[in-house]
């Protein structure tokens, strides 16, 4: 395993059970980067720490292990660092050599090389992961989800607020099918935003 210095973020160690398989972080920003990518794409594999590479630079042999790789469900991988903008600035002179030579790992392993920052985790997609992923496995009535699928399909420019009201149903159970299906995608959401009840939804 390597040793990874303090850097500007928390260093919280842990795993995060996914349907592909539990995935260990090293930091806070790491298990935002999990969670973001799990609820981008529920089929792809992220693997922790999946290659050491070795290799010689100004005379000096060097070690690189990048953070993860990620195999989207699309058959696209991604090799990636994920940094905080501030230490990528501050350490970018030490950690380019590092980054060519995992930029050249990656295309021969029909992959990209990426770094990641803060600035492109952290946000309201984010934060809309975390409220809807707990509730992609919790249970909800088949029948009422049916007619809530259907529902979003027939009323004119549904919202959260409309489909809500729209359901035969009490408000607390229309609220838990929605959420759900949001959840699950089978309904859809700019996720790229605050949800509200005047968020516009739509049938997947």
Not at 29 to 50: H, K
Request: proline content about 6%.
């Amino acid at each position: 395993m390597r040793r990874i210095p303090l850097s500007r973020g928390s260093h919280i160690t842990g795993f995060q059970p996914l349907p592909t398989g539990a995935v260990e972080h090293e930091s806070a920003l790491e298990r935002d980067f999990v969670t973001l990518t799990s609820f981008t794409d529920r089929g792809a594999t992220i693997t922790s720490q999946p290659v050491t590479m070795q290799f010689d630079h100004q005379g000096e042999r060097r070690k690189y292990t990048p953070d993860f790789l990620v195999r989207w469900s699309d058959g696209h991988g991604d090799l990636v660092e994920i940094k905080y903008w501030a230490d990528l600035r501050e350490q970018w002179p030490r950690l380019r050599p590092a980054f060519v030579e995992a930029r050249n790992w990656a295309r021969r392993n029909d992959a990209c090389f990426i770094i990641v920052t803060e600035r492109r985790i952290r946000g309201q997609r984010l934060e809309t992961a975390k409220r809807l992923l707990p509730l992609r496995t919790a249970q909800m009535d088949p029948v009422l989800a049916e007619l809530a699928v259907t529902t979003a399909t027939r009323i004119a420019s549904p919202t959260f607020g409309t489909l809500v009201a729209a359901l035969p149903a009490s408000r607390e159970a229309a609220l838990a099918v929605v959420w759900r299906l949001l959840a699950r995608g089978r309904l859809c959401i700019d996720d790229a935003a605050p949800i509200t009840p005047t968020s516009r939804v739509w049938a997947a």
